[in-house]
């Protein structure tokens, strides 16, 4: 779908084991031919995963690769049951799609509701007890617990940016990504760093950070088209301009000029521009075109991904820009 990309992650999920059972009979100094007592095992946990709306992204998956339920206890002696494990619930952002890697499986976890069964716990052990009978009042025999279901499932969010990053290549798109969100792309001082588009999560906003278009890039030059329809779903542009460069308002218009000729509503796309670098430049020059740059009557922030400042500075603008407005507000209907 347009616009959209897919943040990935493996996991290995795995219940949890039952208890044995046990096998131990009731003798003692007093009671030489005791019966069979040994208790059942527990059962295993099951690990069930939960939409939530507090969760935003598969961020958490990165590191915990393997998600492992609680074993069920064992039994024991005078018919002490095994306790069953608690069950564990892992909470995925809504639209979480699960797919089994072995079966091809595919659930789409879209509500908050129930939490879905992902991987049964194994069943508790009978104790030895279990097995006493008319015929044989002493059995040894006893059950091993049932093995927890071990599955092997891919977690697939599909995330509509809200904010996508543009400008020529080498503008510092992936540096200002990488200083906004957690993300870590990679940055080069040279042009096409970014041959695939990054995601990074601003709070609950994805931010995606796209290849550097060039001139020619509407009719497939350079990486071409297919990273233009990504931003056509995003609600703001914020479009990097290099200070450092002869032209940074020929930089600016190269871009425009090819969203002209993709899909002229990207031009009417909310847009910040945010001059970059300016701590390579004297700051004459960054006023000069800070100046031009004014006279498009948008949104123009100057400043340096590399300083603390201007990030903090940008957050805020974006943060503010991102903020709903009056008349986005839903309301059930007009008074009067
Ligand atoms: N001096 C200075 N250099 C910067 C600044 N921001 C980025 N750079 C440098 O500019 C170069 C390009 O940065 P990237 O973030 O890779 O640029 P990009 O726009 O993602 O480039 P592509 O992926 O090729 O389109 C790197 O060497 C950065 O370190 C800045 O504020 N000041
Ligand atoms: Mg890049």
Do not use: C, W
Not at 9 to 16: D, E, N, P, W, Y
Request: hydrophobic share 40%; charged share 20%.
């Amino acid at each position: 779908m347009k616009g959209m990309f897919v943040d990935n992650v493996t996991l290995v999920v795995k219940a949890g084991d039952g208890g044995n059972g046990a096998a131990t009979f009731a003798r003692t100094s007093m009671k030489a031919r005791g019966g069979p007592d040994g208790g059942n095992g527990g059962n295993g946990g099951d690990v069930l995963f939960q939409g939530s709306s507090n969760v935003n992204d598969l961020r958490e998956f990165r590191y915990k690769k393997k998600i492992v339920g609680e074993n069920g206890g064992h039994g024991t002696k005078h018919n002490g049951f095994g306790k069953n494990a608690k069950h564990i619930v892992v909470h995925v952002p809504l639209g979480t799609r699960v797919t089994d890697v072995h079966s091809g499986n595919v659930i789409e976890i879209e509500t908050e509701d129930a939490p879905v069964l992902i991987a049964r716990g194994g069943a508790g052990g009978y104790g030895n007890f279990k097995f006493k009978s008319a015929t044989n009042q002493a059995p040894t025999t006893r059950e091993l617990g049932g093995g927890g279901e071990t599955k092997t499932v891919t977690l697939e969010l599909r995330l509509i940016a809200e904010i996508g990053l543009i400008g020529l290549p080498n503008a510092g798109k992936s540096s200002l990504l990488a200083a906004l969100t957690h993300a870590t792309p990679a940055i080069g001082a040279y042009p096409f760093t970014t041959l695939e588009p990054n995601i990074g999560m601003f709070g609950s906003h994805p931010i995606a950070d796209i290849p550097g278009l060039i001139e020619g890039a509407s009719r497939g030059v350079g990486l071409g088209i297919k990273f233009l329809k990504h931003i056509e779903k995003t609600k703001i542009l914020v479009h990097l301009v290099d200070l450092t460069g002869d032209n940074p308002m020929g930089a600016y218009e190269t871009v425009r000029n090819e969203f002209k000729e993709f899909n002229p509503l990207l031009l009417e796309k909310p847009e910040v521009i945010f001059l970059n670098k300016a701590d390579a430049v004297d700051a004459a020059r960054v006023a000069l075109i800070e100046k031009q740059f004014q006279s498009l009557n948008k949104e123009v922030f100057v400043g340096s991904v590399h300083t603390a400042k201007s990030i903090d500075a940008f957050k805020r603008l974006i943060t503010r820009l991102l903020a709903p407005k009056q008349d986005d507000l839903p309301r059930s209907a007009i008074f009067g």
